[in-house]
């Protein structure tokens, strides 16, 4: 884990970083927004420090942000040209300020999926009217994943060694896997939403995206208040007390690359001594119709509360946005349109039958389904494919995304942690633990002990290349 010593000032790592970002990211496109006032912040900190204050250990480290999390010095724009010209927000989110607090550089903040992929249903991941198009730095044609693509896209190429992303369902996750970074997207309401632009308040969170499993712990320690120190939990592999659940059914099979590299996960896992009961089965987290419904009918709500906390003069609700997207439509929707803006805009409110049916719904899958298969089968934890090798891109037709892991956690509101396994055909891919609300110790525990043991197996990840890939 980075730590800034007397042999590495924080300014000198904001200054290696920002060399790095000016001869890579050229060519990745993950940091949309650099902080011209980085170098000032880690000067500060590096005078902390001598004069014998230090925050705590990542003090003076710097961190990406991703541009849907409120910064009071930085544009936030959730990617849209509607944000863009308006003021920064009056204030930080409150995760932005633990950050502050412990000592972090606040680096730059980084490109996502616009409106965190909630507003064309042909969407590609990793693009904004704001920041462009995101690429994967293991292969420059294929994508990033989404929506937390520039986080994932910027670790990965070195640009950062920790970034925040957020999630709703597989926006951390998704782009870990792709980019062979660790994505720990933690139980719904760990960490404060406020401040975050919003899909949906029951499955909206931000979360580390770090390069080792250990600096997620240590981000997440930061990032909930430092109340419990998840780093405690990163010591050695010894699983042999450990129940590890491998449901079957729909989150495997739609890649046979990536089943191969699980089963060999799963060897590394069984090796920790974990016991593993395999061939077990979550239920069909209901109709896209039904998540489709939550997500609507929290997206209209919830974006004009937080479209309210803005400066004055900028849009307000969703009809504001969908005014706004068409009148410049050249630039906003030259590569997919707003049809779920659309539709969310027809809803009619969180006491709407509609949405109560449709919740309820999303509920007995996720929550109901998870607890149950722990339950009954005396499970500490789950662990399946994470998502499917990083997919061309495709701007024209959109995304191509075969499968993932991220459903079942998205509607229950429950922690999700995926992380590198191997390669296939030279794309990173990766597994993701999962376990009831609240089971981020266990989860870190779990992916610390994979790590460790999946390296003294295989050795070190391969680093990008940064080139096309054929």
């Not at 920064?88 to 932005?96: G, H, K, M, R, S």
């Not at 998704?174 to 960490?191: D, E, F, H, R, S």
């Not at 931000?206 to 939990?233: C, F, I, K, N, W």
């Not at 992916?447 to 054929?470: S, Y």
Request: aromatic share 4%.
């Amino acid at each position: 884990m980075i730590r800034v010593s007397s042999t590495l000032s924080s300014v000198a790592l904001v200054e290696e970083l920002q060399a790095r970002i000016r001869e890579v990211d050229p060519l990745v496109n993950a940091i949309c927004t650099p902080n011209p006032a980085a170098l000032t912040e880690a000067a500060r900190l590096d005078t902390e420090r001598d004069n014998g204050r230090v925050r705590g250990p990542l003090h003076g480290v710097p961190v990406l942000v991703k541009d849907n999390i409120d910064t009071a010095d930085l544009p936030t724009t959730a990617g849209s040209l509607a944000l863009a010209d308006q003021p920064p927000p009056p204030d930080d989110a409150p995760l932005v300020r633990r950050l502050r607090d412990a000592g972090c550089v606040i680096l730059g903040k980084t490109n996502l999926s616009e409106w965190a992929n909630f507003r064309g249903s042909a969407s590609s991941s990793g693009w904004s009217a704001y920041g462009g198009l995101t690429r994967n730095p293991y292969a420059l044609n294929r994508s990033a994943g989404g929506s937390s693509s520039g986080s994932g896209a910027a670790v990965a190429a070195g640009l950062a060694e920790y970034a925040i992303g957020t999630e709703t369902n597989g926006s951390i996750v998704c782009p870990a896997a792709l980019n062979g970074i660790v994505g720990l997207k933690p139980t719904v309401g760990l960490i404060p939403q406020q401040g975050i632009v919003p899909i949906s308040h029951s499955q909206d969170t931000a979360g580390p995206m770090t390069r080792t499993v250990t600096q997620a712990a240590a981000l997440l320690s930061v990032l909930t208040g430092s109340q419990v120190d998840y780093t405690e939990h990163c010591r050695g592999t010894d699983l042999s007390n450990v129940r590890i659940g491998v449901p079957r059914g729909p989150l495997w099979g739609y890649s046979t690359g990536l089943d191969e590299v699980t089963e060999h996960a799963l060897e590394i896992l069984s090796s920790c001594g974990a016991t593993l009961v395999d061939h077990l089965s979550l239920p069909t987290p209901g109709g896209d119709e039904d998540q489709l419904q939550v997500l609507a009918h929290e997206l209209k709500v919830d974006l004009a509360a937080y479209l309210a906390t803005r400066v004055p003069g900028g849009p307000r609700t969703l009809d504001d946005l969908i005014a706004f997207n068409k009148e410049h439509a050249d630039v906003e929707l030259q590569w997919f349109g707003q049809e779920l803006f659309e539709r969310a805009a027809t809803t009619e409110g969180l006491s709407s039958p509609v949405y109560v049916a449709a919740r309820l719904t999303a509920l007995r899958a996720g929550r109901d389904g998870i607890d149950d298969l722990l339950r009954d089968n005396q499970l500490d934890a789950l662990v399946s494919p994470s998502y499917s090798p990083a997919w061309a891109i495709d701007l024209v037709n959109g995304d191509h995304v075969l499968g993932g892991s991220s459903s079942h956690a998205a509607l229950a509101g429950y922690p999700l942690l995926s992380m590198p396994s191997g390669m296939v055909s030279g794309l990173p891919v990766g597994i993701t633990f999962s376990g009831t609300a609240r089971s981020e110790v266990t989860l870190i525990r779990l992916a610390h002990a994979f790590e460790t043991a999946r390296i003294a197996a295989d050795g070190p990840f391969p680093t990008p290349e940064l080139t096309q890939w054929v």
